[in-house]
C-alpha cells in the first residue's frame, strides 16, 4: 500500500459508506443510459424502411414461389421448374460461366496487377485511374462493344474477309456462343480483381521484395513466395465478389442477344416478363439467391479475415 | 522491383498492354468510333456522321436521358441518406465505448448484413421481388416512376452503407472524444465534427451511387413504364432492332454524363478534404 | 444536476476506481487525490494503466466499481460533455476541418456561451498559449508544436478546473519538447486553480513539472509522493529504477551495514531489521571508480560512451552494477578488474517487504 492511498484510505467515512451503498447501481442506473435514446432505437427507421422495400418484396417473392398457380401451398412449382430441361441447363450455364469468368478473372486481374504494382512505368497511375473509371460503367457496355469487334458485321471479320477475299461470314462467330458471355464477363469483371490486389500490393514492404532477390530469387520464385501469400486474402475476396456477380449478371447476357445462352437471372426475366409464369420466376429466384446469398456470406467472412 | 533488366521490363510491359489495350481500351474506343459510324464493315468504321447524336440528343432519347438523370439522382440522394444513417447507427451498435455489450455488437452485425444483402441479390430478382410486392393493393407502383426509383434506391444503398461504413472505421474516435470532452453533445458532434470529416466519404459514395443507378438495366427492364424509360433501356431497345450505331451514341452519352457527374462530384470532394 | 458543472470546479479524486475489459483488469482500485492548483504525473511504463485512469475521469472508460470525483462531485455516471474538463491528447486531435479561431471556439459554442463572449475568450486562450498570430489558418498549416499549442488553447478556453494532459509531448522532437515543458509551467503558473492530471511515461517530464507524482505499474499504484520524495528516498524497487534508473542490489541487513555477496557496505539501516534480506538501491550517477567510502570490487563487463559521460557496467558478486562517470581519458578495459564506491547516505535501503514482487 501506497502512503497516498493509506491517506485516502482514512477520507471521510460519511463519503465511502454513501459509495459503498451504490455500487451495485453502477453500471446501469446511470443518467448517460436513461438520459439518452439506446443505440439500437437508432438503427430503426433505416431497418423499417429496408424492410418494407427489400426484405418483405424478398420475402412475398419465397411465399410466391410455393403458390401455384392453381391455388395453395405446395412444393410442386420447385418439383416442375426442377424437372424442365431449361431450368436445368440454365443453373449448368449459369454455374460453368460463373466459375469460368472467375478462374479467368484471378489470372489476368493478378498479371496485370502485378506489371502496375511491381513493373512500375510511367502512366502506371492513368492505368490504375482507368480502371476505377471503367468500374462505373455499366456491364453490357463490353457485349455492346465487343459486337462491333467480333459481330458478324464486325470489325475482326471484316479484317479477315479483307485480307482473304473470301466472300461470305468471316470465322468469329462466338459471340452469340456462352464463349462471348464469358470473354465479356472475364473483361468487365477482371478490373473488380484488380483493385483489392493493387491495395493489397501497396501493403506489401518493397524491401521485401529487394531483399529476397537480393538473396539471388529469380522473379518467378518471388512472386510465389513472398508475392502470392500476401495477396492471396484479396485474390480470394476479389474472387468470391466476381464470382457472385458473374452468377447475378444479366446486361451481358440480354445484349448478347443469343437465344442458346440461358442463365438464371435471364430466366427470371423471360419467365416473369416474357412467360408472365410468376411461380416459376419466383422459383428460379429464390434458387439464384440461395447460391449468390450463401456466396456472398462466404465472402464476407473471407474478406474479414483479409482485412479487406 | 520484381525485374532488373532492361530488356524484361520491356517485355513485361509488352505483354501487359499486349493484354490490356485490346481488353479494355480497345471495347470502349471502339463504341466511340461506332456512334460516328454511318456504315462499318471492314478493319474501320466508314461514312462518318454526327447524326446519331443529334438523334440522341432530342426527342424520346433525349428525354431518356433525363429520365435517367432523374432516376440516379432520386436514388442516390436516398441511398445516401439511409446508408450514411444505418452505417452511423450501426458504427454506434458496434462500438460504443468499451461497454459495448456482445449483444448490441451482435445487432450492429446482423444490421450490416441486411444492408449490405442487396449486393448479393440479383437485381433482377430485386427488380421481381418489388413488382410482385407493389402491384397490389395496399401499396400500386407498378407503371410507375416511383418503382424505378425505388428499385435503383434498394440497389444502391447497399454501395453507400458499405462505404460510409469504412469511412466511419477509420474515423479517429479521437476526434469525438475531443469534442465530448469541450462540453459537445452527441448530436452536436455529429453535426459539426462527424459529419464534415466524413463529407469527402460521403460524397464519394454519391458519386458511386449515381454512377451505378445510371448504368442500372437489369432491374429496370422488369419495372420500367412506357413514360419513363431510363438510357440503358433505350441502348438496348435501340441495339436490339438493329440500330447499333445509335445505341453506341446512347451509351457514348451515358458513358459523358455519368463521368460529367463523378468529375463534378470529384471536384466537390477535393474542395471538402481538409487533409 | 440541471446546471452541468460550474467550470472552475477543481481537483480530481479516485475512489477505489477499477476498470476491466472483460477479465483483464486494467486499472485495479485505484485511490488517489489531485489538490485544486495542484500538479499530478501520472507516470509509468505503457499499459500501466496510466491512460486509464486519465480517460476514468475523462468519461471515455466506465469503471467496473470506485468512483470518480470532479471538484467535489461525483461525476462517475455523467457523460464526458458534462464533466467540465480540458483534455490534451498525444496527437492533439485539432478538427482539421475548422481554423484554429474555430477549434478553440469550439468548446464554448458547442458549451452555449455568450455569442458576445466568444470572440473575447478565444482570443485570450490564444494569446495565452501565444498562436494570437496564426488564429486564421487550418491545423494542417501549423507546425506539431503549433499544432499542440492550440490543442491547450482549445482545452482552456472553457476556463475547465481540470485539466487532462496525455502524454501530450510525446509527438514531439527533444528540442520542442523542452521548450513545451517550460510553456507548461508557465501556463501552470498562470492557472493556479487549475488541477492538472498529467500522464506520461517520461520521467524528465514528470519531475519538472509535477508537484506530486503517482508512480503506476501493471494496473496499480505503486507509489507516490513529491519528485524530491521518489527519487531520493524511493521507496519501492520499481520506482526506483523507473525514476532514475537505480542500481538494485539485493543485499542481506546487519547493524549498521549490509552484506552483499560477503562485501560490508555501510548504509543507514534505521527501519530495516537486522538479519532479513532488503535491496540496496543506488543512482548510478552517484557511483564512482576507485576505491571510497563503500568500495565493491567487481569485473568490467561493458563500457558505453555517452559524450559527456562513460556508463561503466561491472559485475560485482554476480550483480550488474551501473556507474555513469564524467568522460574518462582511458576507459577500463573489458574484463579488467574494477573498484566501485559510492557514499553510504546516497543508498536507500528498501526492505523487501516494500518491493512490489
Redesign the interface.
Known amino acids: 500500500m501506497s502512503r497516498s492511498a493509506e491517506r485516502l484510505s482514512d477520507g471521510d467515512p460519511v463519503v465511502s459508506a454513501a459509495v459503498e451503498g451504490r455500487e451495485p447501481a453502477l453500471r446501469d442506473d446511470c443518467p448517460q443510459r436513461t438520459r439518452q435514446v439506446p443505440a439500437f432505437v437508432w438503427a430503426l427507421p433505416p431497418l423499417a424502411l429496408l424492410g418494407l422495400v427489400f426484405l418483405y418484396p424478398l420475402a412475398l417473392v419465397v411465399r410466391q414461389s410455393v403458390r401455384p398457380d392453381t391455388g395453395g401451398t405446395s412444393l410442386e412449382p420447385y418439383a416442375d421448374v426442377f424437372a424442365s430441361a431449361s431450368f436445368r441447363e440454365a443453373l449448368g450455364t449459369t454455374v460453368w460461366l460463373a466459375v469460368g469468368a472467375t478462374v479467368g478473372c484471378l489470372v489476368l486481374g493478378f498479371a496485370l496487377a502485378l506489371v502496375i504494382a511491381f513493373v512500375p512505368f510511367p502512366g502506371g497511375k492513368a492505368v490504375a485511374r482507368f480502371i476505377d473509371v471503367f468500374l462505373s460503367f455499366p456491364s453490357f457496355l463490353i457485349t455492346l462493344a465487343l459486337l462491333f469487334i467480333y459481330g458478324t458485321k464486325g470489325m475482326a471479320n471484316g479484317l479477315w474477309t479483307d485480307a482473304t477475299g473470301t466472300a461470305g461470314d468471316g470465322p468469329f462467330q462466338f459471340l452469340t456462343t456462352p464463349w462471348g458471355v464469358l470473354i465479356a464477363e472475364i473483361t468487365y469483371f477482371t478490373p473488380f480483381v484488380m483493385r483489392p490486389l493493387l491495395a493489397a500490393f501497396s501493403q506489401i514492404d518493397t524491401a521485401q521484395l529487394e531483399v529476397a532477390s537480393s538473396l539471388g530469387a529469380r522473379p518467378l520464385r518471388v512472386v510465389r513466395k513472398v508475392i502470392l501469400p500476401e495477396a492471396l486474402p484479396a485474390l480470394a475476396a476479389g474472387g468470391s465478389l466476381v464470382l457472385v456477380m458473374c452468377l447475378n449478371e444479366f446486361g451481358i447476357v440480354l445484349f448478347t442477344g443469343a437465344k442458346d445462352v440461358t442463365t438464371l437471372p435471364m430466366l427470371v426475366y423471360s419467365k416473369a416478363m416474357l412467360e408472365s409464369d410468376y411461380p416459376a420466376a419466383c422459383v428460379v429466384a429464390v434458387v439464384n439467391i440461395a447460391i449468390s446469398v450463401g456466396l456472398y456470406g462466404l465472402y464476407r467472412v473471407v474478406s474479414r479475415r483479409a482485412g479487406a | ?4 533488366s532492361r530488356k ?2 520491356w517485355a ?2 509488352t ?2 498492354f499486349v ?2 489495350l485490346p ?6 474506343l ?2 466511340v ?2 456512334s460516328f459510324a454511318g456504315h ?5 468504321p466508314s461514312d462518318l456522321t454526327a447524326e446519331h447524336y443529334s438523334a440522341a440528343t432530342r426527342g424520346e432519347s433525349l428525354q431518356a436521358l433525363t429520365t435517367s438523370l432523374l432516376t440516379a439522382l432520386g436514388a442516390s440522394l436516398i441511398a445516401l441518406a ?1 446508408g450514411t ?2 452505417a ?3 458504427a ?2 458496434k462500438r ?4 459495448t455489450s456482445r449483444l ?1 455488437r451482435g ?1 450492429g452485425r446482423i ?1 450490416d ?14 427488380g ?7 402491384s397490389k393493393p395496399p401499396v400500386i407502383l407498378n407503371g410507375t416512376s416511383t418503382i424505378v426509383v ?1 428499385a435503383h ?2 440497389l444502391v ?1 447497399a454501395f453507400a452503407y458499405q462505404s460510409v461504413s469504412a469511412a466511419i472505421l477509420r474515423l ?1 474516435p ?2 469525438e ?10 448530436a ?1 458532434v455529429l453535426w ?2 462527424k459529419l ?2 466524413l ?1 469527402p466519404s460521403l460524397t464519394a459514395a454519391a458519386g ?1 451511387c449515381f ?2 443507378s ?5 432491374a429496370t ?2 419495372l420500367y413504364p412506357p413514360d419513363w424509360t431510363p438510357l ?1 433501356v433505350r ?2 431497345a435501340a ?2 432492332r438493329g440500330a ?1 450505331f445509335t ?2 451514341a446512347l ?1 457514348v452519352v ?2 459523358g454524363a ?2 460529367l457527374v ?1 468529375f463534378a462530384v470529384s471536384r466537390i470532394r477535393t474542395r471538402a478534404s ?2 | 444536476m440541471s446546471s452541468g458543472i460550474r467550470t472552475m470546479d477543481s481537483g480530481i479524486r479516485f475512489d477505489s476506481v477499477s476498470v476491466a475489459y472483460g477479465k483483464s483488469v486494467v486499472l485495479d482500485s485505484l485511490d488517489l487525490t489531485v489538490e485544486p492548483g495542484e500538479v499530478m504525473a501520472l507516470l509509468g511504463p505503457s499499459g500501466s494503466g496510466k491512460t486509464t485512469a486519465l480517460r476514468a475521469v475523462a468519461g471515455f472508460v466506465r469503471p467496473v466499481s470506485g468512483r470518480v470525483f470532479i471538484g467535489g462531485r461525483d461525476v462517475t455516471a455523467l457523460p464526458p460533455h458534462r464533466r467540465g474538463i480540458g483534455m490534451v491528447v498525444q496527437q492533439y486531435a485539432l478538427f482539421p476541418h475548422l481554423r484554429v479561431e474555430e477549434n478553440v471556439a469550439f468548446g464554448l459554442k458547442a458549451r452555449k456561451t455568450a455569442r458576445a463572449d466568444i470572440p473575447g475568450r478565444v482570443a485570450d486562450a490564444l494569446e495565452m498559449t501565444g498562436m494570437a498570430a496564426y488564429a486564421k489558418r487550418y491545423p494542417r498549416e501549423l507546425s506539431g508544436g503549433q499544432q499542440q499549442r492550440v490543442a491547450i488553447a482549445r482545452a482552456l478556453a472553457i476556463r475547465p478546473g481540470v485539466l487532462l494532459l496525455d502524454e501530450p509531448l510525446s509527438a514531439l522532437d527533444a528540442q520542442l519538447r523542452s521548450g513545451m515543458l517550460a510553456e507548461l509551467a508557465r501556463l501552470h503558473r498562470e492557472l493556479p486553480d487549475v488541477s492538472i492530471l498529467y500522464v506520461t511515461h517520461d520521467q524528465v517530464e514528470a519531475l519538472t513539472l509535477a508537484d506530486r507524482i503517482a508512480v503506476m505499474d501493471r494496473a496499480r499504484l505503486r507509489d507516490c509522493g513529491t519528485p524530491q520524495e521518489l527519487y531520493r528516498a524511493p521507496r519501492t524497487a520499481f520506482t526506483a529504477s523507473f525514476v532514475g534508473n537505480a542500481n538494485l542490489l539485493p543485499v542481506s541487513v546487519g547493524v549498521g551495514s549490509v552484506s552483499l555477496g560477503g562485501a560490508e557496505v555501510k548504509v543507514d539501516t534505521s527501519g530495516v531489521a537486522a538479519g532479513v534480506s532488503a535491496t540496496l538501491c543506488v543512482r548510478p550517477h552517484l557511483v564512482g571508480l576507485g576505491p571510497g567510502p563503500n568500495s565493491l570490487s567487481g569485473t568490467v563487463t561493458e563500457v558505453q560512451w555517452r559524450g559527456a559521460t562513460h556508463r561503466v557496467l561491472a559485475s560485482v558478486a554476480g550483480h550488474s552494477v551501473k556507474a555513469d562517470v564524467r568522460e574518462l581519458r582511458e576507459p577500463p578495459a573489458l574484463g579488467s578488474a574494477v573498484t566501485l564506491h559510492f557514499a553510504p547516505e546516497d543508498a536507500v535501503l528498501l526492505a523487501a517487504g516494500v518491493s512490489d514482487e
Open positions: 522491383m520484381l525485374v532488373h524484361g521490363k513485361t510491359w505483354v501487359f493484354l490490356f481488353l479494355f481500351a480497345l471495347p470502349l471502339v463504341i468510333a461506332a462499318w464493315s471492314g478493319a474501320f439511409a444513417w444505418a452511423l447507427a450501426a454506434a451498435l460504443r465505448g468499451e461497454g448490441s445487432c444490421l448484413a441486411l444492408f449490405i444483402m442487396p449486393v448479393a441479390v440479383p437485381s433482377v430478382v430485386v421481381l421481388a418489388v413488382l410482385v410486392a407493389f425505388l434506391a434498394i444503398t479517429d479521437a476526434y472524444q475531443a469534442a465530448a470532452s469541450l462540453g459537445a453533445r452527441p452536436y459539426r465534427v464534415p470529416l463529407l458511386l454512377a451505378l445510371m448504368g442500372e438495366l437489369s427492364m422488369m440503358p441502348i438496348y441495339t436490339d447499333t445505341g453506341a451509351a451515358l458513358m455519368t463521368l463523378l481538409y487533409r
